[in-house]
């Protein structure tokens, strides 16, 4: 999942970003002239910064400072793309500012306890973050960063913020960067949009059940303190509220908390007991809670070991495919390259540990490459072939991109040569993935570059992609980087089974036997609040919707996608784009009386359409049509 502004600020050791914001017409100008109004300032803060770590005194004016731009409680719970251009300026001249001194103190022979002492004194005085959250982020990811420091004296601070605090207001130069690819097969078929896909759904479609984002938190406790101003609440070490409104519900809580066991074993066993006729199980990872300042390896293994002996005994027969989520790693979001050989900063354990209990539904066949790197590719039934990738090594967050931004076309061009292989056996493709690769999830922009380019190459092998990692249930459309006006795949997302603001949630996809495209799907929630007056009985789960028939769709086709999100991006549509972001939430009770106004729908459609970062093609067409 999508982690607060201050979480990754603290990360960052005080940077953060997130995903994709709707640019007004005269955005550049904007940028332009923000960064100009805040450059001196941000000087002045830099010298400021400079005077302390020489004194060790904080002047009147550094005070003042850390005074004006500390964080509140809206602040540290706020995505980046939910912030005013203003704002995300403000944090991305902030950042290059302090990596620039964090960086010069390395080089100046500060050591780790001094570089420590910055980022803590930082983090608490800017108050990003409570103090013990501060500490134990900043302890877990220090020695990363110093490793990089290290290694790369040259590194600048703005390629440190393009990458991370990627945004259009924070963008990147430095050709390491940009100029790595893919090598893509120059042949395939033409992009149009004259394919066969089926009308509608029929008796004999494939069910495939999808579940992702469980956050399983094993500190999760009933009554504990459900407002507690960290990443995550409902804890076991955080105290009984005064107020029993504020203590976590015995199903979860829609509040900034995670999943409760009771609330993950009961949405697996309503999967069991509603849907025995399911062929596959599509699980889109994110299993460890949001502890992110208390991680280690025994204690995520411990959790993802439950969840895992869960899904064994569910499902002892039926096909399994997962995929790694971004907090499985320790630290979390770090998966380090196989050519960084230092044993402390290795993923080797969690790929190990991961071949081992996936060995229970997958061929022999996929060892290999699960104990490489977290990914695989398996031949399900005749004719269809899935694909399982970690893209994690593309997350913003994921801080070994600074490392050595070009080994990411490792992965991208093993799928590639996946799906040029199935091309080649006349087998159709569904493609797994924890985090989206449009840019509303986070991956980094090279990453979007090169997979869309390798989606434009093979769009008539891939009939479907699933993701996870937003918690909403949504989906992206994929455009023709070549020719816009085709729409050519699909992304569909599975929502997440923890709540934050939405109920939890699982999907039902139905898929043609024969083109592997998804027909239709069902998305299956318990009103979580109601749920919560009656912890002695089971939830009731409903179906929500069937996303064929709430929106008239004659089948899930991209092109009919396409039709769909231009019709709600008219005024005639509002009322329908206004149930399809009441879907996207899962009808969460918070979500729903916060409310979303026109510029929240607006934004709500481009997330469908922008599949690459500031290729806003997509998204300016349906400004146009969105206000007449």
């Known amino acids: 999942m999508k982690l607060s502004i201050a979480t990754w600020l603290t990360l960052l050791m005080i940077i953060t970003v997130h995903g994709y914001q709707v640019k007004p017409k005269n955005f550049h100008q904007m940028v332009n002239l923000l960064q100009d109004q805040y450059v001196n300032i941000l000087k002045d803060f830099q010298q400021e910064l400079q005077v ?19 964080f509140s409680k809206a602040d540290r719970r706020n995505d980046l793309e939910d912030l005013p251009i203003e704002r ?15 960086m010069q103190q390395r080089i100046d022979g500060a050591t780790r306890a001094d570089l420590f002492a910055t980022a803590y004194e930082l983090c608490t005085s800017l108050q990003i ?25 040259n590194l600048g601070a703005d390629s440190v913020c393009g990458v991370i605090f990627q945004s259009s207001s924070c963008v990147i130069n430095d050709p390491e960067f940009l100029d790595w690819s893919v ?5 395939g078929e033409p992009v149009s949009q004259s394919k066969h896909f089926p009308n509608s759904r029929g008796e004999n479609d494939i069910k495939i059940v999808h579940l992702t984002d469980s956050h399983y938190d094993p500190k999760y406790e009933v009554g504990y303190n459900a407002n507690c101003n960290k990443p995550t609440c409902c804890r ?20 900034l908390c995670d999943s409760s066991w009771a609330s993950i074993e009961d949405a697996i066993d309503h999967i069991v007991e509603q849907h025995p006729d399911a062929a596959y199980i599509y699980h889109t990872g994110d299993i460890v809670d949001h502890g992110v300042w208390e991680t280690s390896v025994s204690h995520n293994i411990r959790t993802m070991n439950r969840f895992h002996n869960k899904l064994v005994e569910a499902f002892p027969n039926t096909p399994v495919y997962n995929a790694i989520g971004n907090h499985e790693a320790h630290p979390t979001n770090v998966f380090a390259p196989p050519t960084v050989n230092r044993l402390e900063f290795s993923s080797s354990w969690l790929y190990n540990y991961l071949a081992d209990v996936w060995d229970h539904w997958l061929p022999r066949s996929t060892i290999n490459t699960i104990h490489q790197g977290g990914f695989y590719t398996a031949l399900v039934r005749p004719g269809l072939r899935m694909v399982v990738v970690n893209n994690q090594d593309c997350y913003n967050f994921n801080w070994w991109i600074l490392w050595n931004p070009g080994y990411l076309a490792t992965q991208l061009q093993w799928l590639h ?7 080649r056996n006349g087998e159709k493709v569904h493609l797994l993935a924890h985090i989206p690769y449009s840019s509303s999830g986070s991956t980094y922009f090279v990453c979007q570059r090169e997979f869309r380019r390798i989606v434009e190459r093979f769009y008539d092998t891939i009939s479907a992609q699933f993701n996870g990692h937003t918690h909403r249930d949504e989906f992206n459309v994929f455009y023709s980087r070549e020719n816009p ?7 569909w997302n599975g929502g997440s089974l923890t709540a934050s603001h939405m109920n939890l949630n699982y999907v039902v996809y139905y898929v043609d036997p024969e083109t592997y495209q998804v027909t239709d799907f069902e998305s299956y929630i318990f009103n979580l609040t109601e749920a919560n007056r009656f912890p002695d009985r089971r939830p009731e789960w409903f179906k929500l919707y069937s996303f064929a028939d709430a929106f008239g769709m004659h089948n899930l086709s ?19 784009l206004r149930r399809y972001w009441e879907f996207t939430v899962k009808m969460g009770d918070l979500s729903l009386a916060a409310g979303c106004d026109d510029d929240c729908l607006l934004n709500l459609l481009c997330r469908i359409v922008v599949s690459e970062l500031n290729d806003d093609v997509k998204c300016d067409e349906l400004r146009e049509t969105f206000f007449d």
């Not at 070490?237 to 829609?254: H, R, S, T, Y």
């Open 183 to 187: 090598n893509v097969d120059s042949g």
């Open 558 to 576: 991209p092109a009919e996608a396409d039709t769909m999100v231009k019709r709600l991006g008219t005024p005639a549509g509002r009322s329908e």
């Open 88 to 102: 995300q300026t403000t944090f991305c001249i902030l950042c290059r500012s302090i990596v620039s001194q964090l």
């Open 485 to 491: 006006e085709f729409a050519i795949n699909v992304a």
């Open 52 to 70: 302390w770590q020489q004194t060790k005194v904080r002047t009147a004016r550094l005070q003042q400072m850390f005074h004006e731009w500390k």
């Open 236 to 255: 076991n070490d955080q105290g009984i509220p005064d107020d029993p409104e504020d203590g976590a519900g015995f199903w979860g809580d829609l509040r």
């Open 417 to 423: 040569d996946i799906l040029l292989h199935a091309e």
């Open 129 to 153: 973050q409570e103090s013990d959250v501060c500490f134990g982020v900043i302890d877990i990811n220090i020695d990363i960063f110093l490793h990089i420091f290290d290694e790369r004296p």
